[in-house]
């Protein structure tokens, strides 16, 4: 694999993590000189388009590529990102329609489905629960597994009461199986390498494996196992897994038919002894059971990755507009403060960084990170000349400046769905301290974790931000005064995740400056 391949895989990837829509990579090598690929995609609306385009910047810079130049970020139309041997395009919907590069560009090779292929070793059909879900597949996976082995014990027993054969090559051929059974557990649940995409693979193989030697032990009374590998396999809602499965299983009855009558002595005794009746009595009705099967799978696999995929769209729809109508409030909120709309989006990317930082899962990073937009949503109900007043506030004044949390929280209390949940608490107590000198006078854990985690995120944006009535601090400075207040203001813990996390912070900081002071 080259870098440019390399390169584009990563951007891929990273667009497909903002649910960029039509994801193309074109390969313009022999038509121009000035890159050798170009990647393109679109978004909903301008938060998505320029949130696309910050992950992208993200991903490359943490795998070592320089950025040549990037236009078109503030206007979020047509974001484009000149990365030399790469220039990926970010649109809008409707200006991808209304550019249509793809017909300027015509002669251009689209190379998504071979290059992904090449490069993460999955085709491009596969449903995209299988990436949302992978790893809960993997561990349902592994369970199964360890139900087989229950399976495996069951058949020992079969023959330790028949004995009808060896049980000493029975026994160490059942340890065998439980051994191998047991090593998709010990990979995914012990060793945590539940993300791999290979492990599939590894599981099924491991499958298919135990089936060829529960057949050969026990012959024609183990045939009905072969079910198992076919079953498993539509855990992952992948066309060519299915495929695989098939191939692997008629050459595992083959072979285990083969070990069967060459060492049936060993064995429970076959009802064939012959390799031709065998063949044509006892394996050939085997193997059509497992391909029906397959094409079974197979169908009901692609049909209902179909109706998914068009389920997770309309999903991805409701989710996308939400978060624009969830910015759109916090943006009018902030905006009564005299802020701009940069202030809640490095907000928004701070919490990302320290919630990926405290171990959560992207899904649930990313309902952090904008739920974290909302946090001033309680400033909708002060007034003006308070949340203006350059000078310091009365007594009276501040005690109706700290009201807002107390708003935001009504404000959210029924609103439904995670994401307004999570608004809501972190409305109420972000400006809660852990020595409990805040607002509300929670203190410790008494103030619900991401909520800690937005003191820290607000505090910094604050610190560093200039407005009319003060200059912004350095981000050095910033962080001196964040760390000299932990265990006072802020929680330890989350200040050793901040000092861990600082060049990511300083990062949003300087590529997201505010673009007007008031």
Known sequence: MNTAQEMAAIVYKALDDKKAFDIKILDIKKISAVADYFVIADGTNKNQVQAMCDSVEEEMHKAGYSLKSVEGYSQGGWILL???????????????????????WNDAADVTKDLLSYVFGVGMNDNRLLKDNYIKINHIAAKCMRFFVALIVALWAFAFFSRECNLVVVTICMVLCCIFSLIPTLVIDFFKHDRNEAIKYVVICIAVFNCMILSSVFSHMALVVWIFPILLTSLYYNKTLVVFTALMSTVGVILADFINLTYCDFMVAPIYLDYTDSMVLSVFPCVITILILSLVAYFIVSRNSTMLNSVIDNAE??????????????ELS??????????????????????????????????????????????LMISEEILDKPGKLTDEEFAIMKSHVLYGDAL????????????????????????????????????????RLMAVCDVFDALTSERYYKRGWSVEETYNEIVSLSGKHFDPQVVELFKQNFDAFKEIAERQPDKQVY
């Open 82 to 104: 000149d990365y030399y041997d790469i220039i990926v395009h970010i649109f809008s919907d409707e200006a991808r329609r209304f550019y249509d590069i793809e017909r300027i």
């Open 317 to 330: 729809e409701v989710k996308s507009n939400q978060k624009e109508l969830i910015f759109a409030f916090a």
């Open 334 to 379: 902030e905006s009564k403060s005299k802020y701009t709309g940069e202030h809640i989006k490095r907000v928004a990317d701070y919490m990302r960084v320290l919630g990926k930082a405290s171990g959560f899962d992207d899904d649930y990073v990313d309902k952090l990170s904008t739920a974290a937009m909302m946090h001033d949503i309680g400033k």
């Open 412 to 451: 959210l209390e029924h609103c439904p769905g995670e994401i307004m949940q999570i608004a809501r608490t972190i409305a109420k107590e972000h400006h809660e301290r852990w020595d409990g000198t805040g607002y509300l006078g929670m203190k410790g854990e008494e103030i619900a974790y991401i909520s």
